[in-house]
């Protein structure tokens, strides 16, 4: 009994400690990527970023307002995209968009690294989130009726001093830190349970029909959970540790990057948008459609292009 023990604790440790170590490594990204975007928010450089981007934002209806979101969420995270919402009157609508957009393009430096650590283009996913971010807002702008109703309303400005606004950061990120390494340690070794007992491979084969239908290898089933459930920074260990197994080919890889690239976090961010009235179905159902087509549009170029595709040939 003791020698049983002994054997499933082992991987169960070899799990925590992976976790724990990739965690570090996206702490190793995260915190001087934060910490340099405070400081350009700080002393005004992001306003003047946002403001070359105002032709983008009225293309997709939007304010040139709304481009401060954008490359706030862009370059940092959803959380920080909606701080800015929240201190300036937008519509419902206008919203609604920028939810679209945020959702489909945000943390691009983090989450860009580590699909690029699985084996898929960097810079191929970077262009594809901001082509599909421009394409939801632009299918958004489109379809939405015109709406004048105020869904935030402006905070007080309030200039704070560097040494508050340092201080705020650093807890800030020690408590974010915290979070992530809990989570990720957690979800390590949930993954080796699941593996340990034959689950994951039960898992795939329920929900084998919805991955096909997606354009997606059964055996994609569980990263597509982990990736929509807590997202790709959260679920960094177990895609990262899925990767080096070899449970996925490159081909399938891609495929599954190409399409968590578009959705992800459906559990985790979506939700965080309806506390500044976001269209919960707008920002939802055209988010997974889009992230379907983006996969099934793959598939036909790797069949009509084999030879720009290596790993994937006439099968596809």
Same mark, same amino acid.
């Given at each position: ?40 928010? *700080?002393?005004?450089? +992001? ?46 609508? !206008? ?32 262009? +594809? ?7 939801? #807002? ?19 400005? !309030? ?11 650093? *807890? ?14 957690? +979800? ?17 084969? #329920? ?60 559990? !985790? ?28 549009? *793959? ?18």
């Amino acid at each position: 009994m003791h020698d049983s023990l002994h054997i499933t604790r082992h991987p169960m440790r070899q799990a925590a400690f992976s976790g724990l170590k990739t965690a570090l490594w996206l702490l190793g990204i995260m915190i001087p990527v934060s910490f340099a975007v405070s400081l350009l928010q *700080y002393f005004g450089y +992001l306003t003047v970023i946002a403001h070359y981007l105002q032709p983008v934002c009225r293309i997709v209806g939007l304010r040139g307002e709304a481009a401060l979101v954008w490359v706030t969420a862009g370059t940092m995270n959803i959380y920080s995209g909606i701080a800015v919402i929240q201190s300036i009157p937008f519509t419902t609508r !206008e919203v609604t968009i920028m939810a679209m957009m945020t959702l489909i393009a945000h943390s691009l430096i983090v989450e860009t690294v580590v699909q690029r650590k699985t084996g898929t283009s960097g810079m191929g996913m970077l262009l +594809l989130r901001l082509g599909a971010a421009m394409a939801g #807002g632009l299918l958004l702008n489109l379809l939405l009726p015109p709406d004048q109703t105020t869904a935030t309303q402006a905070a007080a400005a !309030e200039s704070q001093p560097f040494g508050q606004v340092m201080q705020a950061w650093l *807890y800030g990120t020690l408590s974010l830190s915290l979070k992530m390494i809990c989570i990720i340690v957690a +979800l390590n070794i949930l993954q080796q349970f699941l593996q340990d007992y034959g689950l994951i491979d039960r898992m795939a084969a #329920g929900c084998a029909p919805l991955m096909r239908l997606m354009g997606l290898a059964p055996e994609a089933s569980f990263l597509w959970l982990v990736a929509n459930t807590i997202g790709l920074s959260y679920g960094a260990a177990v895609i990262l540790s899925n990767q080096s197994s070899s449970t996925l080919s490159p081909k399938d890889t891609d495929l599954l990057n190409s399409h968590i690239a578009v959705c992800h976090s459906l559990l !985790e961010d979506t939700p965080m948008f309806l506390a500044v009235h976001a269209n919960l179905f707008w920002i939802t159902i055209p988010r997974i459609l889009l992230a379907v087509a983006v996969v099934w549009l *793959y598939r036909l170029a790797m069949r009509l292009f084999p030879s720009k595709f290596g790993h994937a040939g006439a099968t596809a």
